[in-house]
Every structure is written in C-alpha cells, then in structure tokens.
C-alpha cells in the first residue's frame, strides 16, 4: 500500500470513530461538497455549539508552519461561512510527528491541540482518549 493509500485508509478510520459516536460528522468529501473553496480539513465534528476541525497526516516529518497554517486557513474560512459567533472553534491535528517548534508556537496561539505517534494503533488511542475527555468537559 502506498503511503496516500495509507492516509486515505487512517482518513477513513478516524471517520468511523466520529460517525459512531457523534451524529454530526462531516469528512473531506462533505466539507467540499458542502463548502467547496475550504482546504485544509479533513473532518468537522459538530457538538452543540463546539465545532472542532480535525486534519489528519501520517506524515514522517514533523509538522511545518506553512502545513499549521494552512490549517488554520480551513478553520477560519469555515469561521466566515458559518457565521455563527455562537461557536466555539477547536482544531486538532492527528500525525505521526509533532509540530515543529515554530509549527508548535503558532498551533499555541491558535488553540490548536495534537494527538501524535510513530505506532497508528497509539494515535487511535489517543483520538479516543481525547474524545472521552472532551465529552467529560463539554457535558
């Protein structure tokens, strides 16, 4: 399998995880379908009034600025469409490096948190671990 095979394959599976325990998914294909100028969000994940955009990338690099950017580009554009100052805004990337430590700076004062490991099957237990925490603070 090649490594965008790879990806699209992790894509799929962090989609099943949101789709089975939230209502309210949307994957990359939705978000262009719905709103077809956002890049950079592979999943939004609605909870009441918490939208966190999620970007996963089994990349074996760490994270640049310009990637953290890019990210951040995605969830202020889905900030314009959406309108709303109701929400509140989360964003998480999912890979198998960490930020840089420019990368890191920004992501910081972006509210963006991370979920990272060489091990695929460590990440997925982070995502849940994140998942379960989130739900325990949000409720």
Do not use: W
Not at 95 to 109: E, G
Not at 122 to 130: P, Q, R, S, T
């Amino acid at each position: 399998m090649t490594a965008q095979q790879n990806g699209k394959e992790f894509e799929k599976y962090i989609d099943e995880i949101l789709r089975t325990n939230y209502k309210e998914v949307y994957n990359e294909k939705m978000i262009r379908q719905k709103y077809d100028f956002i890049t950079g969000i592979d999943h939004i994940l609605k909870i009441n009034n918490i939208i966190i955009c999620i970007q996963d990338k089994l990349t074996n690099r760490k994270i640049t600025n310009s990637q953290i950017n890019h990210f951040i580009s995605g969830i202020n554009q889905l900030k314009t469409v959406i309108d709303n100052k109701n929400y509140f805004y989360i964003g998480l990337y999912i890979s198998k490096k960490p930020f840089s430590a420019y990368a890191q700076k920004i992501a910081n004062i972006n509210y963006i948190s991370s979920i990272y490991d060489e091990d695929v099957n460590k990440i997925k237990i982070k995502l849940f671990i994140f998942l379960y925490d989130f739900n325990n603070l949000s409720n």
